[in-house]
């Protein structure tokens, strides 16, 4: 989603902004822009489409000023053109917003009915003439940011510029994610702490419903109320080497690389090697009193959950409810006293989910959330903060993340079968050296990456593609056929391989590749006989296997992939390697935009 940076320096910001912008490509976007102040002006530079637009008009059009604020804007009202690009700005005020203003039509209506010009489709530009009108009448920006943000509905983030005060910014937010950046003699803003990773590693949060007026030296944060607040100065560890490709194509490929290294690190602390058992973060709260689970996620991480619900019904015996965090809500669940309400994000600031965290959370449930930023806005909110430790995940198509949260989730699983009393000491080891197995497994699958490369071109001319899978390797077909639907833009759907019969089968021709996971086991006889009618059909399958499963039931598939042989429980990580390249490498060879393919944005903060 949307991007925002502001600087308040002695020094000129352009440049820095630009930077700072780039460090955000990775939230999705359409069009961006800068806006300065020099000698009482506001000097606006905005271009649509890729960075390198707005590099280009800065080139011949340069924006000087030591104050500045700047943004990446992905459409919601409004075409990603030029003029809906953000900053907007009027005569006194220029600003920038990361997320809807749902009553911005009436708001909008009654500037014009006062004879305000408004030049672009959004929602953003209402605000700009709402606050520039209060300054117009005399308002300090203090005052007129006071009058107008209790007239917002909505999700924002803002940023904003006054042409008659160029040494300080306004921010503002509430339900989208703002921080502030405390500098040697500049002060800064932006949506996330990688966007200030080169300029400071000193920042905080601001939380729901706060404001801040910064200047060069100074940050004075005012709460819903507009009553003075201290808000945590903390060190963000945000590293601007950690958001390079190094020698990787595309950040995505260096992502699914990491795997092996990132799921061991989140492992390791969750699982205690000495004594051979998985531990929780300190909680409050009895586990072992759970009697029922409700998850809530969005794409990929709603995928993680399906896995998930595997597990915990298998392991702990706890029923689990189900649900996409846009559906949620509008369903008026039912939840039971005593439930835990688990949630997975990787930003920790989908709106969706942070809705339903809300809506669960004033329902009475205990709060868990598996996210990959341990400050973001569902962090603070949770009773049970279980962190994944993925690192910063550039790549819009998420790969590290998703393994990473399977293997919290393994290990949540884990630990309440204990605490319920479902798993005896010896289960609990052996769960634990398979877990300890999944970095070397996920290795030995990224051995593969030449063989998948290799036989990408017979899935890159494909309109439709079929993805199968039974069990916890259900999810991972739909996984498989999420990402290469985002990446590469082919057609594709998962689905329970049993079901194939009752309708997708029609499907089936010559034209349709399948690609079949099916790891030796128990579920292998079942997926391969349905395997079996796709290729009677005239199907052209893709068996994912390990070396028993391959020799047994390869013969005939247009082409192969071997995974090592593991355990099922973390089956859903390892297979999820081969799903992730073969998209991948399918996307290398059709030309696309790999790390930001069209129309998506990494983190939706808007419902």
């Given at each position: 989603?949307?991007?925002?940076?502001?600087?308040?320096?002695?020094?000129?910001?352009?440049?820095?902004?630009?930077?700072?912008?780039?460090?955000?490509?990775?939230?999705?976007?359409?069009?961006?822009?800068?806006?300065?102040?020099?000698?009482g002006?506001?000097?606006?530079?905005?271009?649509?489409?890729?960075?390198?637009?707005?590099?280009?008009?800065?080139?011949?059009?340069?924006?000087?000023?030591?104050?500045?604020?700047?943004?990446?804007?992905?459409?919601?009202?409004?075409?990603?053109?030029?003029?809906?690009?953000?900053?907007?700005?009027?005569?006194?005020?220029?600003?920038?917003?990361?997320?809807i203003?749902?009553?911005?039509?009436p708001?909008?209506?009654?500037?014009?009915?006062?004879?305000?010009?408004?030049?672009?489709?959004?929602?953003?530009?209402?605000?700009?003439?709402?606050?520039?009108?209060?300054?117009?009448?005399?308002?300090?920006?203090?005052?007129?940011?006071?009058?107008?943000?209790?007239?917002?509905?909505?999700?924002?983030?803002?940023?904003?510029?006054?042409?008659?005060?160029?040494?300080?910014?306004?921010?503002?937010?509430?339900?989208?994610?703002?921080?502030?950046?405390?500098?040697?003699?500049?002060?800064?803003?932006?949506?996330?702490?990688?966007?200030?990773?080169?300029?400071?590693?000193?920042?905080?949060?601001?939380?729901?419903?706060?404001?801040?007026?910064?200047t060069?030296?100074?940050a004075?944060?005012?709460?819903?109320?507009?009553?003075?607040?201290?808000?945590?100065?903390?060190?963000?560890?945000?590293?601007?080497?950690?958001?390079?490709?190094?020698?990787?194509?595309?950040?995505?490929?260096?992502?699914?690389?990491?795997?092996?290294?990132?799921?061991?690190?989140?492992?390791?602390?969750?699982?205690?090697?000495?004594?051979?058992?998985?531990?929780?973060?300190?909680?409050?709260?009895?586990?072992?009193?759970?009697?029922r689970?409700?998850?809530?996620?969005?794409?990929?991480?709603?995928?993680?959950?399906?896995?998930?619900?595997?597990?915990?019904e298998?392991?702990?015996r706890?029923?689990v409810?189900?649900?996409?965090?846009?559906?949620?809500?509008y369903?008026?669940?039912?939840?039971?006293?005593?439930?835990?309400?688990?949630?997975?994000?990787?930003?920790?600031?989908?709106?969706?989910?942070?809705?339903?965290?809300?809506?669960?959370?004033?329902?009475?449930?205990?709060?868990?959330?598996?996210?990959?930023?341990?400050?973001?806005?569902?962090?603070?909110?949770?009773?049970?903060?279980?962190?994944?430790?993925?690192?910063?995940?550039?790549?819009?198509?998420?790969?590290?993340?998703?393994t990473?949260?399977?293997?919290?989730?393994?290990?949540?699983?884990?630990?309440?079968?204990?605490?319920?009393?479902?798993?005896?000491?010896?289960?609990?080891?052996?769960?634990?050296?398979?877990?300890?197995?999944?970095?070397?497994?996920?290795?030995?699958?990224?051995?593969?990456?030449?063989?998948?490369?290799?036989m990408?071109?017979?899935?890159?001319?494909?309109?439709?593609?079929?993805?199968?899978?039974?069990?916890?390797?259900?999810?991972?077909?739909?996984?498989?056929?999420?990402?290469?639907?985002?990446?590469?833009?082919?057609?594709?759907?998962?689905?329970?391989?049993?079901?194939?019969?009752?309708g997708?089968?029609?499907?089936?021709?010559?034209?349709v590749?399948?690609i079949?996971?099916?790891?030796?086991?128990?579920?292998?006889?079942?997926?391969?006989?349905?395997?079996?009618?796709?290729?009677?059909?005239?199907?052209?399958?893709?068996?994912?296997?390990?070396?028993?499963?391959?020799?047994?039931a390869?013969e005939?598939?247009?082409?192969?992939?071997?995974?090592?042989?593991?355990?099922?429980?973390?089956?859903?990580?390892?297979?999820?390697?081969?799903?992730?390249?073969?998209?991948?490498?399918?996307?290398?060879?059709?030309?696309?935009?790999?790390?930001?393919?069209?129309?998506?944005?990494?983190?939706?903060?808007?419902?």
């Amino acid at each position: 989603m949307c991007g925002i940076i502001g600087i308040v320096s002695t020094k000129p910001v352009a440049d820095r902004l630009v930077d700072g912008l780039k460090r955000m490509e990775y939230r999705g976007y359409d069009s961006a822009g800068v806006c300065t102040i020099q000698n009482g002006k506001l000097v606006r530079r905005r271009a649509e489409g890729k960075l390198g637009n707005l590099v280009t008009e800065l080139n011949g059009n340069p924006a000087p000023g030591n104050i500045g604020i700047a943004h990446t804007r992905w459409a919601t009202h409004g075409a990603p053109t030029a003029h809906n690009a953000h900053p907007h700005a009027t005569g006194e005020v220029a600003l920038v917003h990361n997320g809807i203003i749902e009553n911005f039509k009436p708001l909008r209506d009654a500037l014009q009915a006062k004879g305000r010009k408004l030049e672009s489709e959004t929602d953003t530009e209402a605000v700009a003439h709402m606050i520039s009108e209060e300054v117009e009448n005399g308002a300090s920006p203090e005052d007129a940011v006071k009058t107008v943000l209790p007239q917002l509905r909505g999700a924002f983030a803002l940023a904003i510029a006054f042409r008659q005060n160029p040494d300080m910014l306004i921010g503002a937010r509430l339900g989208s994610p703002l921080v502030v950046g405390y500098g040697d003699g500049e002060m800064f803003l932006g949506s996330d702490a990688l966007a200030l990773a080169p300029l400071t590693q000193k920042i905080a949060y601001l939380e729901e419903g706060d404001w801040v007026v910064i200047t060069r030296d100074n940050a004075v944060i005012y709460d819903q109320e507009n009553n003075v607040v201290e808000r945590e100065v903390t060190t963000s560890g945000a590293s601007a080497a950690a958001i390079e490709k190094g020698n990787y194509r595309h950040y995505m490929q260096k992502e699914i690389f990491e795997q092996p290294t990132v799921v061991a690190q989140t492992l390791s602390s969750y699982i205690r090697q000495a004594d051979e058992t998985v531990a929780l973060p300190q909680i409050d709260f009895d586990l072992s009193k759970i009697n029922r689970i409700t998850i809530v996620a969005c794409g990929t991480s709603y995928y993680a959950a399906m896995v998930a619900k595997y597990w915990f019904e298998q392991f702990a015996r706890v029923p689990v409810d189900l649900d996409f965090a846009s559906e949620f809500r509008y369903r008026n669940p039912v939840l039971e006293e005593g439930g835990l309400a688990l949630f997975i994000s990787q930003s920790g600031e989908t709106a969706d989910t942070l809705a339903a965290l809300r809506h669960c959370k004033a329902n009475g449930q205990t709060i868990g959330v598996v996210v990959n930023v341990p400050t973001s806005s569902m962090a603070r909110e949770a009773d049970l903060l279980l962190p994944t430790h993925a690192g910063p995940e550039i790549g819009v198509a998420s790969t590290k993340a998703f393994t990473c949260q399977l293997a919290v989730l393994a290990a949540l699983a884990a630990h309440l079968a204990v605490k319920k009393g479902k798993m005896d000491r010896a289960e609990e080891q052996e769960v634990v050296h398979h877990l300890l197995e999944a970095p070397a497994a996920l290795n030995a699958a990224l051995d593969h990456d030449e063989d998948i490369a290799s036989m990408a071109h017979l899935i890159a001319p494909a309109r439709d593609v079929l993805y199968l899978g039974r069990g916890p390797d259900f999810p991972l077909a739909l996984e498989g056929a999420l990402k290469l639907k985002e990446i590469s833009y082919i057609h594709a759907e998962g689905y329970a391989s049993g079901e194939m019969k009752h309708g997708p089968i029609a499907l089936i021709d010559e034209e349709v590749p399948v690609i079949v996971l099916a790891p030796s086991g128990p579920l292998f006889e079942k997926t391969v006989s349905n395997m079996h009618e796709v290729r009677a059909r005239g199907g052209q399958v893709v068996l994912i296997s390990d070396r028993e499963g391959l020799e047994e039931a390869g013969e005939g598939c247009i082409a192969t992939i071997e995974m090592p042989k593991v355990h099922p429980l973390i089956a859903p990580l390892v297979y999820a390697v081969p799903v992730q390249l073969l998209a991948y490498h399918v996307a290398c060879v059709k030309g696309t935009d790999v790390d930001q393919p069209r129309n998506l944005a990494k983190s939706v903060t808007v419902e």
